[in-house]
């Protein structure tokens, strides 16, 4: 168990759709990461946040949103779903300063869309 | 935009026996950190090893190695007294000096016959 949350764990919904998808980092973590895991792409970092601020954006769509809560949870938007957004959504925390800033895995939470 | 390239999309290896996991990537910058991530069924991310690309050293991590060359710009994973539990999806990553996401290899899937 890596500390880190996430929810749902799956999740199968309609194209045209918006979901959203929670994460909490580990406690002390001030930093989360959003990666997409599909077949197609591989593994993409997405977006990340720090202390509720954006510090640095990926290959994230603009149908896709983030946002950083004062209690340190993450919330990853999804609209108008396409059936390509099919995919294992990761997210990730660590705490920024450490030289390697290992980066904490959630469990991914499995989006369908159908 | 730096690159990671795993070429071996699937390898086994007889129980108790060592295999080598091979990646490369592409860079101009000269400090940055590797890693390998191991994704078992569970689809959980679970960090093996890292490298700190200013330690000429190679990382050992009990029955999990590391071969960095800086110049070759290559990072291959040895798997000494493999074991079924070592069956998995592994995972090359990069991150530079300066910025936080993780930049994956494509992953090669390891399978242990007993």
């Known amino acids: 168990d890596s500390g880190v949350t996430q929810t749902p764990k799956h999740l199968i919904t309609a194209t045209g759709q918006r979901v959203t998808l929670r994460c909490s980092p580990r406690?002390?973590?001030?930093?989360v990461y959003w990666y997409q895991q599909s077949l197609d792409q591989g593994l993409q970092f997405l977006i990340q946040?720090?202390?509720?601020?954006?510090?640095a954006k990926g290959n994230i769509l603009e149908r896709f949103s983030a946002q950083q809560f004062p209690d340190l949870h993450s919330e990853l938007n999804l609209s108008s779903l396409e059936l390509g957004d099919s995919a294992l959504y990761f997210c990730?925390?660590?705490?920024?300063?450490?030289?390697?800033?290992?980066?904490?895995f959630g469990p991914g939470t499995r989006l369908t869309v159908l | 935009a730096q690159t990671v390239t795993q070429s071996q999309p699937e390898m086994s290896v007889q129980e108790a026996e060592t295999v080598t996991l091979s990646c490369t990537y592409d860079?101009?910058?000269?400090?940055?950190?590797l890693f390998w991530y191991k994704q078992p069924p569970s689809r959980q991310m679970i960090l093996v090893i890292r490298?700190?690309?200013?330690?000429?050293q190679n990382a050992t991590e009990n029955r999990f190695s590391v071969n960095f060359q800086k110049a070759a710009k290559s990072f291959s994973l040895k798997i000494s007294d493999s074991q079924l539990g070592d069956a998995a999806m592994y995972f090359c990553?990069?991150?530079?000096?300066?910025?936080?996401?993780?930049?994956f290899g494509q992953g090669t899937r390891l399978t242990i016959n007993p």
């Open positions: 990730a925390s660590s705490v920024v300063g450490q030289s390697y800033n290992e980066q904490f």
């Open positions: 406690s002390g973590d001030l930093s």
């Open positions: 946040y720090y202390n509720g601020e954006e510090r």
């Open positions: 860079t101009s910058e000269s400090d940055y950190y």
């Open positions: 490298q700190e690309a200013y330690k000429q």
């Open positions: 990553a990069y991150r530079s000096q300066g910025a936080q996401k993780l930049v």
